[in-house]
């Protein structure tokens, strides 16, 4: 694939709300990335885990924290998707291990169905409409997203869980001795 003359190039990428997948492609005897995003496609000088990696740096954090936390929340370890922001919803999942060129990186939230095609292709339709081919089967890619999806699901009970007990360490107590009522912080309250 003579990637410069099918798209534009950029030198840098920062993944965001509108990536659909990054697809490594073949540049002479490097691997570029393919980046499809809503509204086009370019080329950037990067394999597809150096963005991912960017990408988690960008939003303060780094590829093997992610991945470390990814793991302990799903009990896995291998093919493991990641947060690359919870705050903009921006989970990745790998089509195949993150440190294999092949490996393709499709975002969860963009995703609108998918299907098999001929020869252990799965065919993606995203939001937009736009539909890309990739170079695995079916099951992966439904493995995948379901591995992503319950990632995600875990993650939000967290941070759910914390804005909860946070909420109920912040309460008041009404208490009625006598004729006047009184609040009394939780933090005061003490078992016996």
């Keep these: 694939m ?3 003359t099918e798209t534009n190039k950029l030198d840098n990428y920062e993944i965001n709300s509108e ?5 490594p492609v ?3 005897v490097r691997i ?3 980046v499809h995003e809503i509204n086009g496609t370019f080329i950037v000088p990067r394999r597809p885990i150096d963005i991912i990696k960017h990408s988690c740096a960008y939003f303060g954090s780094t590829y093997h924290g992610r991945v470390l936390g990814a793991q302990k929340l799903l009990n896995a370890s291998h093919k493991i998707p990641i947060v690359v922001d919870s705050a903009t919803s921006l989970y990745f999942f790998p089509t195949s291990s993150a440190s294999r060129e092949d490996c393709h990186w499709i975002s969860l939230e963009l995703i ?4 098999p ?3 252990h292709f799965t065919k993606i339709v995203f939001r937009n409409n736009r539909t890309i081919d990739f170079p695995c089967s079916y099951t992966i890619i ?3 997203l379901l591995r992503t999806a319950y990632l995600k699901s875990k993650l939000v009970q967290n941070i759910e869980e ?3 007990r946070s909420a109920f360490r912040n309460r008041s107590f009404l208490v009625a001795d006598g004729d006047t009522p009184y609040q009394i912080p939780q933090s005061e309250v003490r078992p016996i």
């Design 142 to 144: 439904k493995n995948q």
């Design 112 to 115: 609108l169905r998918h299907y």
């Design 26 to 28: 073949r540049y002479g």
């Design 32 to 34: 570029y990335t393919q």
């Design 117 to 119: 095609t001929e020869l």
């Design 162 to 164: 914390v804005i909860n």
């Design 19 to 23: 990536t659909l997948a990054l697809v």
């Design 2 to 4: 003579n990637a410069s």
